[in-house]
């Protein structure tokens, strides 16, 4: 039954002063969770005019329900994937957060790394027992300034993800993030602060999953990172969330001299999701690579943003993201690069590849330059298309037939992207794909 | 999904007026012409304005962003800037009910 | 390569020392009727009963002032630049002399002069075919050569083909660019005068290009020409515009209305160079619609004015039509050009491409602005847009704004920008060979140019090569 109504769920842009998470936390938090609270409920929506929204209606990422409503949740798993918990018993990761959108997160299999003086807990518990770091970086990169819904997430996080890496230290396996949204109307609020310290080191698998098939759960995560100066982050962002799952995320991280930071969004999931990943380049020498891949299936319409953002002279950044759309699934890429006045002798490149596999697919782009002084190599290119029939045509004159050269030449196209990633997800993250290729 | 949807009453829809509705992902606004009833795309080709904003004159619907006009049986455009009609939807009327089909 | 670099100077030199007298003065203020500064219905009135306008015509004007006031001023580019548009403080209508002269010699001397520094007479006897020459907001001379005449072509100031071919005109003007589809075409609709009318009929092939010059000239006086040019099944046409105004104090204010038709098999080339004063607000509205296996190149130079925004648009509407678009753009201290170019993709099987170079120096800023749209029914499109920045200077300022919206998957769609300084070892190169590092810059930002220079009649070219170099030495404005 249809009613008279322009948005898809029911909405409301006003966060009422008895919402439970609003009490959570110290008095410096529960301070930061109000201001962020009043910015939310006086601020308009996004205009659509501005290109950021103007594929992707705002009033998605509204919604009623904004507390987890705990008792009728029947969890989808009772402890961590079976492939997950594998892969702490045979070593490969170093660590395993799982947040089941639950009050309590659990940590797994972090004593190696706590040896090395590694911190990794709830945020919550963070901003108490560790308030100096917690205070120093949380809500330094998004905050309620950032935009109407990163305010929401601002006021209405739970728990929480905390992960601090001291000066020098090296953790050499993955730490697996494991967010499940819960099936049924609710909404989750995501967070996670990194801290990677001074010549430090880490990669950070954070995957994003579950909710329902049908369209009426709603996660808007914010991510951010530091990477201080000489540290290397390696942060993979695995958004695969069930398709009744409305999905905004903010994602912004600051590197300072000498860093070095990949970030690798890959995006497959939820009914229409709205990701925005930036990076700013914060010193001397540091560099930032993003390479993405979008898969989309059905109906599904998937929304990114990437921002390169120089504010330091000699820094060099890359962005390559990579769109694949079958089915009536449409992809709506935005991207800046901007390089400030005094940030001389930087290098900026870009590069946004739409692969379309059947007609009703549909792809928008607005890759963005802004430069502000001469002392620049910048270059930024965006191709769409089908796939080269010619390509096709020569794998099956040998004998391959034409559903498997498709799945070969998918391979191919995404394989520089897969080559990115940690070996343990590779293999995961080709099976996904492969699994999306299915009956084209 | 095949087969007609129930989107709108007859008796929301006066003579010469036109409404808005949301089914499933599609926007649709629906027009009352001299007793008949018309269901087409509310999204303006040329920038993606809701048409439902405009006016509904002479036969044609007008959008109010830049004047983009468009029959209101056919969808085809009569008005620049808009180079491309608009999708129609097939509409039955079944007593005080508007059906529409929605692919 | 330095052998090359002589003649250029050659050719520059003869183009005569005094370019700051051929581009900085003014002519007495000796017209005809002033109009009162400011916009309103009876400013309007009087434009139409002054020119003696059929009545739906009036009504046109009258239309768009009520959308231009309803409209609200662009919330993006240069708003800054954009507030400081006094419209109050604006005459919206002058006209020269009492009665269009057929003949050169009957011109007033004031104004020959202008056209005399202007290079007209010598264009005439090259290679046009024939000059509408605009003086402020009216035509004060054309002459057609007989053999335009002969064959049926049209080419008049717009005013002159509203009275003589008025089923024509109203046939077309506004069929490409509504009142209603920004503010500025909303003002232009409402008062424009002056501009040029062109039919081609069916299967001529216009072998000499057609020109047009136009001039600002009084304080405060804004342009509102209105092109509009038709070229008929299977006809060909070439036509030029290049302006010039002098420098002024108070802010001058230009918007102008181009309205491009090839229908099916016909080809047009519309070529612009501009340099406007750096008081100038140049806001432009250029839009063409191409029919089945037509073809419309934009070729578009723009220098000078204190802010230009204008992004030549190319709709290809029926199967096997291409457009192409050329622009160049260079933004000295205190300069915003705002440009691009637009490709909208309507039928199977068109092509089109986009050439933006953009040239940023001191603190001037130069943006691109561009869309590529191909609709649902667009299958076998081919496009593919190159944007190249050259930016000089510690404060230069560089965008690139390209949006690609793709509705159909048996398509190929390219996009590629590149933003950068002059190159260190271009610039050593040339130096070790004897030019000063400023000539050598020159020759760097002329190879720069050379894919759009190339394109321009040789006249133009020369004199675009003399105005880079003015810029480049800061001696313009």
């Avoid at chain 1, 018993?89 to 706590?114: K, P, R």
């Avoid at chain 3, 400013?43 to 009520?66: F, G, T, Y």
């Amino acid at each position: 039954m249809n009613t008279d109504n322009k948005q898809t769920k029911d909405t409301a842009s006003f966060i009422p002063e008895t919402t439970p998470q609003l009490d959570l936390g110290s008095a410096w938090l529960r301070d930061k969770r109000q201001e962020s609270r009043s910015v939310f409920n006086g601020s308009p929506l996004p205009p659509r005019g501005i290109h950021l929204w103007r594929y992707t209606d705002p009033s998605i990422f509204l919604s009623k329900h904004l507390t987890q409503d705990n008792t009728s949740i029947t969890k989808s798993l009772d402890g961590p994937r079976s492939d997950l918990a594998a892969q702490l018993e045979s070593n490969n990761i170093s660590g395993l957060v799982t947040d089941h959108a639950d009050q309590e997160i659990t940590v797994q299999g972090i004593d190696a790394i706590i040896d090395q003086g590694v911190i990794v807990c709830s945020l919550a518990e963070a901003v108490e027992k560790h308030s100096e770091i917690a205070e120093r970086h949380l809500y330094q990169l998004i905050n309620s300034d950032t935009g109407k819904f990163e305010a929401m997430n601002c006021a209405l996080w739970n728990q929480g993800i905390f992960v601090y890496v001291p000066d020098g230290v090296t953790v050499e396996k993955p730490l697996y993030l494991y967010r499940e949204a819960p099936p049924g109307e609710q909404t989750q609020f995501p967070r996670l602060l990194v801290v990677v310290g001074e010549n430090a080191e880490l990669t950070l698998i954070d995957e994003y999953s579950g909710g329902g098939s049908e369209n009426n759960c709603y996660a808007n995560a914010v991510i951010e990172i530091f990477g201080k100066q000489y540290s290397r982050t390696r942060y993979v962002s695995l958004q695969q969330y069930h398709t009744g799952v409305s999905s905004y995320l903010t994602h912004r991280a600051q590197i300072n001299q000498s860093a070095t930071m990949l970030t690798i969004p890959l995006a497959f999931g939820g009914d229409t999701s709205k990701c925005n990943y930036g990076v700013t380049l914060n010193g001397q020498g540091a560099e930032s690579d993003i390479f993405g891949l979008v898969f989309g299936t059905g109906r599904q319409h998937l929304d990114n943003h990437t921002l390169h953002h120089h504010v330091a002279s000699e820094t060099l950044s890359n962005i390559d993201l990579k769109v694949v759309l079958r089915d009536k699934a449409t992809s709506a890429y935005t991207g800046l690069i901007r390089i400030e006045n005094d940030a001389k002798t930087c290098e900026a490149y870009q590069v946004n590849r739409n692969l379309l596999l059947s007609s009703g697919t549909k792809a928008d782009t607005i890759p963005e330059l802004e430069i502000l002084n001469e002392d620049v190599q910048c270059s930024h290119g965006a191709t769409i298309g089908p796939i080269d029939p010619m390509s096709v045509f020569y794998l099956k004159s040998r004998g391959i037939e034409e559903s498997a050269a498709t799945r070969m030449i998918v391979a191919g196209f995404v394989g520089s992207t897969l080559k990115m990633l940690p070996v343990d997800l590779r293999e995961n993250i080709r099976t996904i794909v492969a699994n999306r290729l299915e009956n084209l | 999904m095949t087969g007609f949807t129930q989107i709108a009453l007859v008796t929301d829809i006066p003579e010469g007026t036109m409404r808005s509705y949301q089914v499933e992902r599609n926007r649709i606004v629906v027009c009352n012409l001299g007793g008949k009833f018309f269901a087409l795309a509310d999204e303006c080709t040329h920038d993606a304005a809701p048409i439902s904003d405009g006016k509904l004159e002479g036969g044609n619907l007008v959008c109010a962003r830049h004047g983009a006009m468009f029959d209101v049986v056919s969808g085809a455009v009569t008005g620049p800037p808009a180079v491309i009609g608009i999708d129609k939807y097939e509409v039955k009327v079944e007593g005080n009910n508007i059906l529409v089909r929605v692919d | 390569m330095s052998g090359k670099a002589k003649n250029k100077n050659n050719d520059i030199a003869s183009l005569g020392e005094d370019y700051a007298t051929k581009y900085g003065f003014h002519d007495p203020v000796d017209y005809f009727h002033k109009g009162a500064k400011g916009l309103n219905h009876e400013v309007v009135e009087m434009i139409s009963r002054m020119k003696n306008e059929p009545r739906w015509m009036s009504d046109i004007r009258h239309e768009a002032l009520d959308i231009f006031v309803s409209k609200p001023m662009p919330k993006w580019g240069s708003t800054d630049m954009l507030a400081e548009i006094d419209f109050d403080n604006i005459y919206y209508f002058m006209k020269p002399i009492d009665s269009k002269k057929d003949s050169w010699d009957d011109v007033p001397d004031y104004i020959k002069n202008t056209f005399d520094k202007l290079g007209i007479p010598e264009a005439e006897q090259k290679f046009l075919g024939g000059v509408s020459a605009q003086y402020e907001s009216e035509v004060v001379y054309h002459s057609m050569k007989e053999n335009l005449k002969k064959q049926g072509i049209i080419f008049l100031d717009m005013d002159s083909a509203l009275r003589e071919h008025p089923e024509i005109v109203r046939e077309y003007f506004g069929s490409v660019i509504p009142a209603m589809d920004n503010k500025f075409s909303a003002l232009n609709t409402a008062v424009w005068s002056g501009g040029s009318f062109i039919y081609v009929p069916p299967g001529i092939d216009v072998s000499a290009p057609l020109q047009a010059y136009f001039r600002i000239n009084a304080e405060n006086m804004g342009q509102f020409e209105r092109t509009l040019i038709i070229a008929d099944k299977g006809s060909r046409i070439h036509y030029i515009e290049g302006c010039t105004a002098p420098v002024y104090s108070s802010n001058s204010l230009h918007t102008a209305v181009v309205e491009v038709i090839a229908k099916e098999d016909a080809s047009i080339r519309y070529t612009t160079i501009q340099n406007w004063a750096r008081n100038i607000f140049n806001l432009v509205t250029k839009r063409a619609s191409v029919y089945k296996n037509g073809t419309v190149e934009w070729v578009d130079g723009n220098m000078g004015s204190r802010l230009t925004m204008k992004y030549p648009c190319i709709q290809l509407l029926g199967e096997g039509a291409r457009g192409e678009i050329l622009s160049v753009a260079f933004a000295g201290t205190g300069q915003h050009q705002d440009a691009g170019a637009k490709v909208i993709h309507a039928a199977p099987n068109t092509s089109s491409r986009i050439t933006s170079k953009s040239i940023s120096k001191d603190n001037g800023r130069a943006s691109y602005r561009g869309l590529v749209k191909v609709y649902k029914n667009a299958h076998g499109t081919k496009t593919s847009v190159e944007c190249d920045a050259l930016l000089i200077g510690d404060n230069a300022r560089s965008d690139t704004y390209p949006t690609m919206e793709i509705d159909n998957d048996q398509v190929k769609v390219e996009h590629e920008a590149r933003v950068s300084k002059v190159a260190e070892d271009q610039l050593f190169y040339l130096t070790s060979r004897g030019l000063s590092e400023d000539d050598a810059r020159l020759l760097i930002v002329n190879g720069f140019m050379e894919p759009f220079t190339k394109e321009l009649p040789l006249e133009y070219a020369v004199e675009l090569n003399r105005l880079l170099e003015l810029e480049m030495e800061g001696g313009v404005g």
